[in-house]
């Protein structure tokens, strides 16, 4: 059996096909970590999400600022909803739309496999999250997530602030600080408070801002951590993480990553004509 991690698709679902193939993959024996982020931009956000929901029982999924974003729109009346783009509305308005909003909304925000070595989050990790915070942190929001109360949360989810995490949060604040860490991440300070609107590559920030894995005095963790999130960052192995969105709907690439083995990488191309792009 081979693990591997995919970065980004964003509804480029001929290049996921492409990927596929050339990995090889059989679900009957391989297994498939997306990084989030399956929907939006790409032009075949129905066709991925079909996809990926075809093959579940293979694969974990991890939440992203664009599924997110699609599971709140179908929260809202379907005048609405219309005024979304044309390729969100093929999937809120396909005769399974519900059926696949209902899936992508229950999946988890993060994970993690000591076994296998990795964590996976789309975006980041507070600076000062273990693992085991993270999961206990992300199960917060999960569990609203999936319960019966979950419309409240996706209609109340969005906004900047709180801008850093805090233990002394609650309520709404709470989760959005945690979504907000979890789904949009890229740059912060010492205290973690996020920058939203950088969204360049390193050494373009301001001073007093660090990539989330690069905070002076963050925690240790003891695991690897794979995200996505951040195209202008590119493909990174190191540094605690294994960063894969490598801009798949902007022209660039659509990676694979073995956890395990050899740790081969694996790359197609992504869209073609794709402008670049942060997110």
């Not at 032009?43 to 075809?54: C, H």
């Not at 044309?86 to 209902?102: H, M, N």
């Not at 988890?108 to 000062?128: E, M, N, T």
């Not at 860490?181 to 007093?208: H, N, S, W």
Request: glycine fraction near 12%; include cysteine; charged fraction near 25%.
């Amino acid at each position: 059996m081979t693990t591997w991690a995919i970065g980004d698709v964003q509804g480029c679902c001929d290049a996921l096909k492409r990927l596929l193939d050339k990995l090889r993959f059989d679900a009957a024996r391989d297994r498939l970590w997306f990084c989030g982020d399956l929907v939006n931009r790409g032009g075949q956000s129905l066709e991925t999400l079909r996809l990926v929901k075809s093959i579940d029982a293979a694969s974990v999924v991890v939440l992203g600022n664009h599924d997110l974003s699609l599971c709140a729109i179908a929260a809202r009346k379907e005048e609405e909803q219309r005024k979304t783009n044309a390729e969100l509305q093929r999937v809120l308005f396909a005769s399974d739309g519900s059926a696949l909003i209902d899936w992508l909304r229950k999946r988890p925000l993060f994970h993690q496999d000591k076994a296998l070595g990795y964590a996976i989050v789309h975006a980041g990790l507070a600076p000062k999250w273990t693992l085991a915070i993270a999961a206990r942190r992300a199960r917060e929001v999960e569990k609203r997530l999936r319960g019966p109360n979950h419309r409240k949360l996706l209609r109340q989810m969005y906004g900047n602030k709180p801008a850093a995490w805090s233990p002394k949060l609650d309520g709404v604040d709470r989760l959005r600080a945690i979504i907000n860490v979890m789904t949009r991440l890229r740059y912060c300070d010492v205290r973690g408070r996020i920058a939203f609107d950088e969204k360049g590559a390193p050494g373009t920030q301001p001073d007093g801002l660090y990539p989330w894995f690069e905070v002076p005095g963050q925690v240790e963790r003891e695991l690897p951590v794979i995200c996505g999130h951040w195209s202008t960052l590119g493909l990174v192995i190191g540094m605690g993480i294994r960063a894969l969105d490598t801009g798949a709907v902007w022209g660039g690439k659509l990676t694979a990553l073995e956890l395990g083995g050899d740790g081969r990488i694996v790359q197609v191309a992504g869209l073609a004509g794709g402008a670049r792009g942060s997110d």
